[in-house]
């Protein structure tokens, strides 16, 4: 697995939502309880502002030999995102989440972004 800079969060693909990762057990429960239903332009964003585009494995037929489920690859990308890139998201998900001042949302590193969208989702 790629080196992931610990906390994250997960931008789903057509949608303002937003999910904070604390760590990488957090990942792992969700992508196991979501395997199947995450979609190929879902984004992980690490603390770093790298981007993973989530590839499902390939699905294969299911035999006694192959049983074991497979977690989807995180694919990074060749362009990080930046903070300026990242804050509208974060007030998308603010005004989501009923923080009346969305606008008013401010911060100056990635880690900051996500820290914000970790205390959105305390707040709401």
């Known amino acids: ?26 990942w792992l429960s969700f992508i196991c309880a979501n395997q199947y239903t995450v979609c190929v332009q879902d984004q992980l964003i690490d603390s770093s502002g790298d981007v993973y585009l989530i590839e499902k494995p390939i699905a294969e037929t299911t035999t006694i030999e192959n049983s074991v489920a497979h977690l989807p690859q995180l694919i990074k990308q060749p ?5 300026l890139q990242l804050l509208p998201l974060v007030r998308q998900y603010g005004q989501l989440q009923g923080h009346c001042c969305s606008a008013k949302i401010v911060f100056t590193t990635i880690e900051q972004g996500i820290a914000t969208v970790a205390e959105l989702e305390q707040l709401y």
């Not at 080196?3 to 990488?24: G, R, S, T």
């Not at 362009?79 to 903070?83: A, H, K, L, M, S």
């Open 1 to 26: 697995m790629q080196q992931i800079h610990w906390p994250a969060i997960i931008k789903f693909d057509q949608d303002d939502e937003l999910m904070y990762l604390a760590n990488h057990q957090d």
């Open 79 to 83: 362009q990080p995102i930046n903070v």
